[in-house]
């Protein structure tokens, strides 16, 4: 079965930084885009960041782009979230997911991941 476990959230303040982690098990995924995305309160569910099998291309969010890096270790079969610069709106509850296949494009759309966390709460304090 497969499973996708998010942890590094907390409360941090503004201009901080936090890292997340995703640790994927029951398969392993390293020829398998995966994602961050998050979901702010009383919002829909937005991506954030994809990173392709090998951890050679990755796409991010124009919000979080220049702040934000998403990385993987293959070999730990676990993803990154490293964050920096934080504000008050990215306060959300971020989810990791993973596709079952793989793509030559990285996908922004919630409806091609088909494995999701069970997320972490980030809050930015101003």
């Known amino acids: 079965q497969v499973q996708l476990v998010e942890s590094g959230g907390g409360l941090v303040q503004a201009g901080g930084s936090l890292r997340l982690s995703c640790a994927a098990s029951?398969?392993?995924?390293?020829?398998?885009?995966m994602g961050w995305f998050r979901q702010a309160r009383g919002k829909e569910r937005e991506f954030v960041a994809v990173?392709?099998?090998?951890?050679?291309?990755?796409d991010y969010a124009d919000s979080v782009k220049g702040r934000f890096t998403i990385s993987r270790d293959n070999a730990k079969n676990t993803m990154y979230l490293l964050m920096n610069s934080l504000k008050p709106e990215d306060t959300a509850v971020y989810y990791c997911?993973?596709?079952?296949?793989?793509?030559?494009?990285?996908?922004?759309?919630?409806?091609?991941?088909?494995?999701w966390g069970q997320g972490t709460q980030v809050t930015v304090s101003s």
């Open positions: 997911a993973a596709e079952r296949d793989a793509y030559p494009l990285l996908h922004r759309a919630r409806d091609e991941y088909n494995y």
């Open positions: 990173i392709n099998g090998s951890g050679a291309r990755a």
């Open positions: 029951g398969r392993t995924f390293d020829s398998i885009a």
